[in-house]
């Protein structure tokens, strides 16, 4: 196993990422574990190596943190990343001076002296013949004197010293970030480092994570009843069948539908959780009641405010008499368990060690499990989405329903414009399933893959103005759907993507006939910026 020391860094949880990439176990621990802790943890011999993360702080303000100077007495590879650097050369007896102008962004290092973490490793060569790589820098501070036993490994012009090395102690510092994807070689690097130099055996796999993560949620709620809001979309759901794989019956899930969601959506959660993971799942169908809060309102915030503030209440109300045991078999709730996936907790600022800076605040950490007196369980927190993605798969989960497009919390509310009827759903829900079915009946010859899994996000919105049609002998005075297709890989930006005319043309042919109330239909080709994904 590899041991992550956390100094607070925004992107620490990415560097424990890329280890697993390399199918390798590793564990991320706050820098204040202290040296005993350290000696225990490396004492069974499992232990290969120690990376020391960055952070947001500089190693001579008087309140930061040191790693534990263990690490440097057992015998192991030490690799220390941006302030784990110079910490490590602060430690070892290394000079660090701060007060530099702050640098960020892409640089290019010159790799030097042949270094076991660097040879051979570089994106191009210079007439002179020095290799160079491209990498991600963020810092104020550099090491400005290399401690005793280092050589110098690599430098940028505004910093010398931007990776040293020990090769006889394997103990490693880089300056720049190798975790981050701006850094090209950083996966060849980290691999580098966590297979060969510290002999990690690359034999990690998503079920040994199930086994552990399905372990800890034992430990965590011993034989304590948990509840879960299942909303059918990827995170929910991966939480959902990872905590059953733990606990069975001890897991009630809820499932609030507001009638928002699109064709056949809540059978198919409740056919998949109760029907194949006989889990325990409580539909609470709120349509009228969600219907009834937004009957003339035409505001999309008013909307988005009433949904969620609604959504709340439903979920508070059953949480409350699942709290209360009043449901028969129930003891009474102990813990409310969340999806919250681990770009939630960085947006959040809750990384864990509480020392990353906070960006802003996000609707799915904190503040209901301290409302409902319940404690918070949240086994995906420290995994990607690509991640949950592959755990939801190893756990059993149809590939399709963990691959779907994003659906957002308000549902249709958001893709009828204007005021949201009953009326208009339903026939928004119809055309919608047309539109995604072709989607994934097309295949793009050149890649083989659907439509569906060439765009990042599709889905039809309801136009509540009538146009004038022809069918048969009459005339039709109907209703409009827009049909949107967006590639994009942050959701940040996105283009509208370039569907075939066949695919388009069969999609607007089957809507126009076999929705009836919908006589026209129109292909959205804006992209974000300026507009929006959705269109409220
Ligand atoms: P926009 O429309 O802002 O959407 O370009 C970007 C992404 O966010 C989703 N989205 C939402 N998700 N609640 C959500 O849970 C919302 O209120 C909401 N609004 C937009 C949208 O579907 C797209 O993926």
């Known amino acids: 196993k590899i041991l992550i020391l956390d100094f607070g860094s925004q992107v620490t949880q990415l560097i424990a990422r890329r280890v697993r990439e390399a199918h390798v176990f590793c564990e991320v621990h706050p820098c204040d574990v202290g040296d005993d802790w350290v000696r225990q943890y490396a004492a069974d011999g499992t232990l290969k190596g120690v990376i020391l993360s960055g952070s947001h702080a500089s190693v001579y303000e008087e309140t930061t943190d040191k ?72 810092h104020g501070d550099k090491v400005t004197e290399l401690p005793a036993g280092f050589r110098l490994m690599a430098s940028t012009e505004s910093c010398p010293i931007a990776g040293m090395a020990d090769d006889d102690r394997r103990f490693y510092g880089v300056q720049f970030h190798p975790e981050v994807t701006h850094t090209q070689q950083g996966r060849a690097i980290l691999e580098r480092f966590v ?52 606990i069975g019956d001890q897991l009630t899930c809820v499932f609030v539908d507001h009638g928002l969601l699109r064709l056949n959506e809540g059978d198919m959660v ?28 035409g505001d999309p915030e008013a909307k988005r405010k009433i949904i969620g503030r609604e959504f709340v209440e439903v979920f508070k109300a059953e949480a409350a008499r699942l709290k209360a045991g009043l449901d028969g078999a129930h003891q009474g709730a102990k813990w409310l368990a969340q999806g919250t996936i681990y770009p939630d907790v960085i947006e959040s600022g809750g990384a864990k060690s509480k020392k990353a800076v906070s960006i802003k605040s996000h609707h799915n950490v ?36 963990v691959y779907r497009h994003p659906f957002p919390g308000p549902g249709l509310g958001v893709r009828i ?3 949201v009827k009953k009326e208009y759903a339903d026939l928004l829900r119809r055309a919608d399933a047309i539109f995604i079915e072709e989607l994934r009946n097309f295949i793009d010859p050149a890649t083989g893959k659907s439509w569906y899994d060439l765009t990042s996000q599709a889905f039809a919105v309801f136009l509540p103005v009538k146009s004038v049609g022809v069918m048969g002998d009459g005339r039709t005075y109907d209703y409009v759907v827009a049909l949107r297709a967006v590639q994009t890989s942050d959701f940040m930006t996105a283009d509208w ?33 300026p507009a929006t994904i959705e269109w409220e």
């Open 366 to 401: 904190g503040g209901l499990p301290e409302q409902l007196g319940l404690k918070l369980l949240e086994p995906l927190r420290d995994l990607f989405k690509d991640e949950v993605r592959e755990l939801g798969v190893a756990l059993g989960l149809p590939p399709e329903m």
């Open 497 to 529: 993507a370039e569907l075939p005319y066949a695919l388009l043309k069969k999609v607007s042919g089957r809507i126009i006939n076999e929705v009836r109330g919908i006589n026209r239909v129109t292909y959205d080709v804006s992209s974000k910026p």
């Open 67 to 138: 790693a534990p100077q263990a690490v440097f007495e057992l015998g192991v590879p030490v690799l220390g990343i941006c302030y784990g650097m110079q910490t490590m050369a602060h430690q070892l007896g290394g000079k660090v001076e701060g007060g530099h102008l702050r640098e960020f962004g892409f640089a290019s290092v010159r790799a030097r002296g042949h270094t076991r973490l660097l040879a051979d490793i570089a994106d191009f060569t210079t007439p002179e013949g020095h290799g160079m790589l491209n990498v991600w820098m963020s």
């Open 417 to 419: 414009l204007g005021e």
């Open 195 to 246: 297979l060969e130099i510290c002999g990690a055996r690359p034999d990690w796999i998503m079920r040994d994570h199930i086994a552990e993560a399905v372990a800890a949620i034992r430990r965590q709620v011993g034989d304590e009843e948990v509840i879960l809001g299942l909303s059918g979309g990827v995170d929910s759901s991966v939480a959902a069948a990872l905590i059953h794989r733990a």
């Open 270 to 297: 409740m056919d998949m959780f109760a029907g194949k993971l006989h889990a325990k799942v409580i539909r609470v169908d709120a349509s009228e009641a969600f219907l009834g809060q937004l009957a003339g309102v």
